[in-house]
């Protein structure tokens, strides 16, 4: 039986070692290597501005905080989605209007995003569902006609280009998650990335308490100003010096990644009971942060004796995500959703399991759990697969 976690960061001697070197200092926070991790993720990703945040929740939350977002207004969030994408909107009294989910990626049915905006309506999120990029021409198409800020959220999409630029460069800003299970790690933490001046240069104040100079411009030691409003949402040094070094390794993940991805795809695509999301078209390139294999109507109820069944085999699986957002209590209290709502984003949270293809697995990986899949749909079907 092989052991297969569905996430389990990478961590090497060189991560071990920075943080050492941090650790034997006295610089935590306000150091050199925040920026040195900033500017090393704006070149990866050919951003002209990072900002390190401590998690990619307080970027989207700093992004709406940036647009001076409040009661009464209102944001575009896809059903679709990790929760902080539509908490970060609540963070600032806002209120997210939820688009359900095309049915072949995963991410936000842009077809339904026009009769979701009325005058209230100050900008559009998107997420690039499992790294699978959305059609940002036609994103912002729409934000420009009505006038909208554009949120991308990128937590999993390092890795993800869209006409070959990267993601979180097309719409105003884009938003990153270090969280363990992400392409890559500082434990938590997270990267806001622009082409804007004016929205780095603010959300660098507001990230540290709105003060108006950093530790480094300080003339007089502790001799400062506060100008705005801001958070206590920095990334510390010794999350810098790990994210400096996992940026090196980037590449050789994402290239395990898509191998993984590509092999477990094979496998699983000619098995009937199930079916897989789109995970490349032409110019849209993927981060294949994991594969979502939705299962079909006659094995669907099984779900959790599939899950239970490839546990037992070693394997561990997720769900992205576990249910819309707007049916999760939170929202299903405040705003009144039902639970037949947003039929697509549900039919993906309802039946959906997530495998892995993270670079801690490799091919011998991918073909256990294609055969460990087709054993587990054959037993709860109880017949046998040619
Ligand atoms: C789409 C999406 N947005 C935001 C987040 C939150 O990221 P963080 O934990 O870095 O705040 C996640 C976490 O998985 C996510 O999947």
Known sequence: MRNIPFGKPIIGKEEKDAIARVLEGTTFVHGPLAHEFEHDFAAYTKAPYAVSVS??????????????????????????????????????GAKPVFVDAERNTGNIDIDQIEAAITPRTKAISIVHFLGMPVDMDKINAIAKKHNLFVVEDCALAIGTYYNGIHAGLHGDLGCYSFYPVKHMTTTEGGMVITKHEQIATKLQRQKAFGVDRTVGERKVPGIYDVTMLGYNYRLNEVQAAMGIEQIKRLDSFLTTRKQNFDALYTGLKEIDEITLLQSSNGQFQSSYYCLSLVLNTEVADKRFEIVKQLNEMGIGTSVYYPKPVPHLQYYKEKYGFTENSYPNASWISYNSIALSVAPHLNLEDMQYMVNEVKNAIVKVKKLVYA
């Open 55 to 92: 998690s990619c929740t307080a970027g989207l939350h700093l992004a709406y905080f940036y647009l001076g977002l409040k009661a009464g207004d209102e944001v575009i969030v896809p059903a679709q989605t990790h929760v902080a994408t539509a908490h970060a909107v609540e963070f600032c």
